[in-house]
């Protein structure tokens, strides 16, 4: 009989075996003591019939939830189903809905359930219910915490009773939860997390699974929590490692955006006739109480995708805006357009400002922005001058080049617009704008922001990128000659990015620098090598790309 | 209810689902235990079944469709394991032809679904966690070691352990009836 060190040895073995990890000698040994033992052969033939049943476990579960959603049997019917007659719906149009289009026709996208399928479905369901009845230890009991309530911002509930706290853990088959107000973000127990925007109505029915009745809810969900489930009155969204965004309105319809990875949609209520979908990133549906599934333009920033209850941020999947910073702002948009920053002073004030006293030179010193607590500070570049510093730190822009010190304008969130003089334009779009936020840059003048107090502002973020484009802007022919300019990107005073020489013939370059956690500030400057006459650039759509820490 | 003692006609599609449904967790176990790889096991299972139906004309109500369904998945995994022999671990040619030789019998796997269900109640809730993670949520073994902060010899070495330890529990409840 094998001891227990033989049979922990054997399991090991086995173990490697199955992930196919196994080294040739070991599984030559594998072979040997199965093929020398009966006993051996027995314990294989036991190990893999526990594994098996372990795995198949969570399938028999959804499968009990709602037969449609045993995909793994589907999908070995579908293959078959080419044979077997579809049941046909009647493809509806709508006048004046923002529907794209209809998706209800036999695509190769989209399935029908055929009677095939539906027997398929009940049938192997009711095939498994003896097991399933032996496995449900698992289901949870009549009451128990499934998830925990982790962060809010400005939260009402409806009842006093259900005043949770962060912290609070939340109970699967208590009662339907009412957020009145507010935003709250949930973590299920097996990994998903979920964000839940007032007004909503929703239940955690289990540790991967909950119902939506109304609201929006984004979800969140890790590979290893793969499979959590949001219920809706007329559908079902079946995740399959992803990020997607659930609406159920008013009238118990839902839409689905899917902005990571895949999910199956199971469109109709359990029992009744259904369909369903697989939907990927950058796709959308609604389900209408009919069942039918629709397609529907992705809004990217429809849901809220992460909340930072520090500084009452509400995070809708945008990156952090540097020209909303400029305006004052936390980067999404509550700044305020039309101000700017002297580069000589550090003076933050409403208007564009052109430099008193043109012909003098600027201080060339770093001066420290006090209004603005994601800018550190700006300067005058000028290489003749150094060490030319570029952060409160002492970071040094050692390659400067020389220029004449001076500078027209300030550093600007928009752009003073003068008919006829000048435009702020790249190639043929207008910036500085609300839709095409812009960084107005006179040379010569820098600015540096402080990307550790963005980390302190965003604790659950990662700061992966800046991004932008970078040009002169178009001119007068009348009152400028189109003399180049140089675009600098430094981090920690580091030139990452430079785009030299640059004239209104050229065009605009993107800008892409990669940010790490050691990285402490971020520079923009724009220099004139020559005698400065009028040369603005512009950083167009500055933003530093986030993204949410795993 | 038995379909044949119903008074109502039977569907074609009704007929297949019922006789599937009856033993595609045998053909599971099988094909799991021939290809040693859940995915593999998988897609086979898919190939079984489509094969089923394409070929269910033929099938006559009196014989034994777990008989037939079995034979076709056997030709099925060794057709496989052939095709694949260099690709992926592979051991010896008489270990398979055992395993191809054996009787899965529904009784047993649901007398063993039972068993393990009470043995593992008795593991401890991280080594309960352990096994949910590596077989419900498909997690491989190195990253269930990345996220316990453990090697990933360690992990094998602890699921190898909790292996162990759960099928002494089942042995001992389908011999003598204790878990001990």
């Not at chain 1, 550093?411 to 008919?419: A, L, M, R, T, V």
Request: proline share 3%; charged share 25%; with cysteine.
């Amino acid at each position: 009989m094998m001891t227990d060190q033989e049979q922990h040895e054997l399991s090991r073995l086995i173990l490697e075996l199955v992930d196919g990890y196994i080294s040739d000698e070991r599984l030559e040994l594998l072979d040997r003591r199965l093929m020398e033992s009966n006993e051996a052969m027995t314990f294989y033939c036991d190990h893999m019939k526990n594994a098996a049943l372990l795995k198949r476990r969570i399938q028999l579960y959804l499968a009990s939830a709602n037969p449609c959603q045993d995909t793994r049997v589907w999908k070995a019917l579908a293959i078959s189903e080419k044979t077997a007659p579809g049941i046909t719906l009647k493809r509806t149009k709508h006048h004046s809905d923002r529907f794209s289009d209809v998706v209800s026709d036999s695509t190769a996208k989209t399935s029908h359930i055929s009677k095939l399928f539906l027997y398929s479905a009940i049938l192997s369901t009711a095939a498994f219910m003896l097991i399933l009845t032996y496995l449900n230890y698992w289901a949870p009991p009549a009451t128990q915490s499934v998830a925990t309530l982790v962060d809010s911002v400005d939260v009402r509930w409806a009842l006093p009773s259900e005043a949770f706290n962060v912290g609070s853990r939340l109970k699967n088959r208590f009662h339907v939860l009412r957020l009145a107000e507010g935003v709250v973000k949930v973590a299920f127990d097996y990994g998903a997390e979920v964000i839940i925007e007032g007004p909503a109505e929703f239940e955690p029915e289990s540790a991967e699974k909950m119902i939506l009745h109304s609201g929006r809810v984004f979800a969140r969900v890790p590979g290893y929590a793969r499979g959590f489930t949001i219920q809706t009155p007329y559908s079902t969204v079946v995740d399959l490692g992803t990020e997607f965004g659930v609406y159920v309105a008013a009238d118990r319809t839902a839409e689905v955006h899917m902005f990571q990875g895949k999910a199956m949609l199971v469109a109709g209520t359990a029992g009744a006739s259904s369909r369903h979908q697989e939907i990927k990133a950058g796709q959308s549906r609604a389900v209408l109480q009919s069942g039918q599934i629709r397609e529907i333009p992705t809004q990217e920033n429809a849901f809220i995708r992460e909340i930072v209850s520090q500084s009452g941020v509400l995070w809708r999947g945008e990156h952090i805006d540097l020209a909303d910073v400029l305006g004052g702002g936390r980067g999404f948009g509550d700044g305020l357009r039309n101000y700017s920053i002297n580069p000589d002073t550090g003076q933050w004030q409403e208007g564009f400002h052109r430099r008193e006293g043109l012909s003098a030179t600027a201080q060339c010193s770093y001066v420290v922005v006090e209004e603005l607590s994601l800018i550190d500070g700006v300067f005058v570049p000028d290489g003749r001058r150094s060490p030319v510093v570029v952060s409160s730190r002492g970071d040094v822009f050692e390659e400067c080049p020389a220029t004449d010190g001076r500078y027209y304008w300030n550093i600007s969130n928009g752009f003073y617009i003068h008919e006829g003089h000048y435009r702020q334009t790249l190639g043929d779009v207008r910036y500085g704008t609300e839709d095409h936020p812009a960084i107005s840059m006179h040379a010569n003048s820098g600015i540096t922001f402080d990307l550790d107090r963005m980390r302190e502002e965003l604790p659950a973020f990662e700061l992966t990128a800046f991004r932008s484009l970078c040009g002169r802007t178009s001119i007068n022919p009348v009152l400028e000659t189109d003399e180049p300019v140089d675009f600098y990107v430094l981090v920690d005073g580091q030139v990452r990015f430079h785009f030299e020489n640059v004239t209104t013939q050229d065009d605009p370059r993107l800008v892409n620098v990669s940010l790490s956690d050691d990285d402490r500030f971020l520079t923009l400057v724009i220099l004139s090598r020559t005698k400065l006459n009028s040369r603005r650039g512009l950083f167009a759509l500055p933003e530093i790309v986030i993204d949410p820490r795993d | 209810m038995d379909f044949r003692d119903s008074q109502r006609p039977v569907s074609r599609h009704e007929l297949f689902f019922k006789l599937y449904g009856n033993c595609q967790n045998r053909l599971y176990v099988f094909l799991y235990m021939m290809v040693h790889n859940e995915n593999d096991a998988e897609d086979l299972l898919q190939e079984t079944v489509t094969s089923l139906w394409e070929r269910f004309d033929k099938f006559r109500p009196d014989s034994n469709f777990t008989a037939w369904a079995m034979t076709i998945a056997r030709r099925k995994a060794i057709n496989f394991l052939k095709k694949n022999a260099r690709s992926r671990p592979h051991l010896s040619d008489g270990f398979y032809q055992q395993i191809a030789d054996l009787e899965i019998e529904e009784d047993d796997l649901s007398e063993r679904a039972e068993a393990l269900k009470h043995c593992l109640q008795r593991l401890r809730e991280i080594d309960r966690r352990l096994l949910l993670m590596r077989y419900e949520r498909n997690i491989s073994m190195v990253k269930i070691a990345e996220i316990f902060g453990r090697s990933t010899n360690g992990i094998y070495h602890t699921m190898s352990r909790i292996h162990s330890v759960l099928q002494q529990c089942i042995h001992r409840l389908l011999t003598t009836g204790h878990s001990g």
